[in-house]
Structures are given as structure tokens and as C-alpha cells.
């Protein structure tokens, strides 16, 4: 059980975000990152070192995020994509800001999840590729392109 309080110490914070961008919701965040670890718990026999415990770790996470999407069939809005600082109070935003949101928000699969991946999880380039299953110059190149787009996005409008 000591191995899994160290990872826990280890993984926790960057399983949350991880989490957190899928659900850009806070509480629910913490919620499946508790159920994340549960499940580790009872399943860390079948680990089998293949990959990174992070990488093991997210792929649970992602599976406990779609099966809460399955049973509650929730849509969030762009505003439940505002995080919260560490008292609680909303970080406010300005409508450049949300509209960079937004612009991610719409862009599609994968580029929306490596944007999310890399900007809220704050997860690096090589982790964010263990995840999907792509190299690390793929997530590069591929948030590189997301951003140009933004950048385009902004320019229009100007």
C-alpha cells in the first residue's frame, strides 16, 4: 500500500488536471481523480510497466471521465471552463480570453485535446503523446498548428 500513497503523491496533481481539462469542472475533477486512483488500487496487479504509470494512469482517468459522460450525459459551458483558484473564487477572464476558449473549444479532436492537455494540464509534450499514443514531435507540431489557428482566428477579427 506504500507504493500506492507514493504514486499517489507522485501522479495525483497532474492526473486532477488532466481530468479537469476533459471536464472543466473542478469538484468533478477531484471526484474522478478519487475514482482514478480506486480503480488503480484494485487494478495495479494487472500493471504490467508497459508504459509510464502516468501514462497508465491517465488511461484509466480517461475511461472513469467516459463512463461519467455515459451515465450523466452532461454538456458544459464555455463559462465552466473558468478554474478556480485555490480559495475557491473564480479567476475572471476577459472575453480575449474566453474567446480563446472558445476557439478551442471548437477546434477538432485531436487538436482540441492537446491544446487542453498542454495549456490546462500544463503536461508536457512528451507525456501528452504517451497519452494519446503519438510521438512527441506529433503533439508538437500539433499544438503548433492549434495555436496558429488561434492566431489566425484573432487576426480575422481585428
Not at 465552466?80 to 473564487?89: G, I, L, N, Q
Not at 491544446?115 to 514531435?137: D, H, P
Request: glycine share 4%.
Amino acid at each position: 500500500m506504500q507504493l500506492m500513497e507514493e504514486i499517489y503523491e507522485m501522479y495525483s496533481q497532474k492526473v486532477f488536471l488532466f481530468l479537469l481539462s476533459k471536464t472543466n469542472n473542478e469538484h468533478l475533477a477531484e471526484e474522478l481523480t478519487q475514482e482514478t486512483f480506486f480503480q488503480a488500487v484494485q487494478s495495479i496487479d494487472r500493471f504490467q510497466g508497459k508504459s509510464s504509470i502516468l501514462t497508465w494512469l491517465c488511461g484509466i482517468a480517461k475511461n472513469v471521465w467516459l463512463k461519467h459522460v455515459r451515465k450523466h450525459q452532461e454538456t458544459l459551458s464555455i463559462e465552466d471552463a473558468v478554474p478556480e483558484t485555490a480559495d475557491k473564487k473564480e479567476i475572471p477572464l476577459s472575453w480575449e480570453q474566453k474567446e480563446i476558449l472558445q476557439l478551442i473549444h471548437n477546434m477538432n479532436e485531436p487538436v482540441r485535446e492537446v491544446m487542453y492537455l498542454r495549456l490546462v494540464s500544463n503536461l508536457s509534450f512528451a507525456e501528452i503523446g504517451e497519452i494519446i499514443g503519438k510521438t512527441e514531435n506529433w503533439t508538437r507540431v500539433t499544438f503548433f498548428r492549434g495555436k496558429q489557428k488561434i492566431v489566425k482566428e484573432i487576426l480575422k477579427d481585428e
